[in-house]
């Protein structure tokens, strides 16, 4: 049976090694970019660069509308909430896979493959299909893959998932693709200078006035720039003298007001984590050993993750752990398989 796969094509160089890939295996492929906001011709150009190249057919999905309703929208509810959403975890979850496999499938292609640093494995056993890390760990980008379903992962493809960024790099260099060296980015896609207050006051048509700093016990310090441009455990740009290192430790966003205090102040053993995903297990049945990361750029640390009503879990970390934050992912591993994942409600 022929192997096809739509190539997911962001204009970057992970991406167009990963197309390389998959027609060195065999594959039929064909290039689909996804546009989901202003300022992409670049990429799109890119990347219709790189499939002319290959030789491959490209193809561009205007998903604008679909990213602004999904991903969008809900990043800027959440931060008017107080909480600190990761908008790459809802775009895979809710957008980027189920959308370019549905694509694929109207294309009559068998699978979708994307640039990502992360391997898929089918457990001999249960029969699951398995999201395991990268074997470069600093690239490993499971922790934003968590919410993969069973159809998702059994129709993907992550040609990188054995290789460095540097190989990558040599492989595009050597096969001439114009964006060999092209420089990663780092900021979120729909904010490219990362002032998201500046976009989100832009968006809305709203002014996030000023309030006031609190101390722990309540006596105002200063004045800052409106309580949804600051996150817990931020430290730099508080705009405020304390005489020792101070971090934002609470919000409150009825009051607008941002407590600020030591880093201590900041060390939880508890998250209790909501929407969940799991990948390995069918569901959470009873409590277990895992070890988990409660943000992206955290190392594992072991803890215990047990059921709890309403579709819930309760992540106990061994060890107290910094700035644990509402909105942000939670992902539990066991050993380099991803158990799942889910996303921070409170902390304790």
């Known amino acids: 049976m ?18 390389l890939l998959m027609l060195r295996e065999g594959h039929r492929c064909a290039g689909g970019t996804m546009l989901l906001h202003g300022g992409a011709e670049g990429d799109i150009g890119d990347a219709a660069s790189v499939c002319a190249r290959l030789g491959i057919e490209h193809r561009v999905f205007n998903l604008s509308r679909e990213f602004d309703e999904l991903v969008v929208k809900s990043f800027v509810a959440a931060y008017e909430a107080g909480l600190t959403p990761n908008p790459c975890v809802e775009c895979n979850r809710k957008l980027k896979f189920p959308m370019m496999l549905a694509k694929a499938r109207q294309l009559g292609l068998e699978n979708i493959a994307t640039g990502h640093y992360a391997k898929i494995e089918r457990d001999p056993v249960s029969g699951r299909w398995l999201l395991k890390k990268a074997e470069s760990s600093e690239k490993d980008q499971t922790y934003v893959l968590y919410s ?128 969940l995903n799991f990948i390995s297990i069918p569901e959470l049945y009873e409590p277990i050993r895992v070890e988990a990361k409660a943000r992206y750029s955290q190392n594992m640390k072991p803890a215990l993750l047990s059921p709890l009503p309403g579709g819930r879990a309760s992540l106990l970390f061994d060890e107290p752990q910094r700035a644990m934050t509402p909105g942000q992912a939670a992902v539990f591993y066991d050993g380099d398989a991803v158990v799942g994942g889910g996303t921070i409600e409170e902390v304790r």
């Not at 022929?2 to 197309?19: H, Q, R």
């Not at 980015?185 to 729909?190: A, E, P, T, V």
């Open 2 to 19: 022929e192997k096809s796969a739509l190539i997911a094509m962001s204009g970057g160089v992970d991406s167009s090694v990963a197309a």
């Open 148 to 275: 993969l379903s069973q159809d998702v992962l059994a129709h993907t493809v992550f040609p990188l998932g054995s290789l460095k960024k540097s190989e990558v790099r040599d492989i595009a260099e050597s096969e001439g693709l114009l964006n060999a060296r092209k420089r990663d980015s780092q900021d979120i896609c729909f904010i490219p200078g990362g002032d998201y207050g500046v976009f989100m006051e832009s968006y809305t048509g709203k002014t996030y006035e000023p309030g006031d700093y609190l101390s722990a016990d309540g006596a105002i310090l200063g004045r800052h720039r409106g309580a949804v441009r600051y996150t817990l455990g931020q430290r730099r740009g508080l705009g405020i003298a304390m005489g020792e290192r101070v971090f934002v430790t609470g919000k409150d966003m009825e009051k607008n007001t941002v407590t600020i205090g030591s880093e201590k102040e900041l060390m939880r053993r508890e998250a209790i984590v909501g929407g």
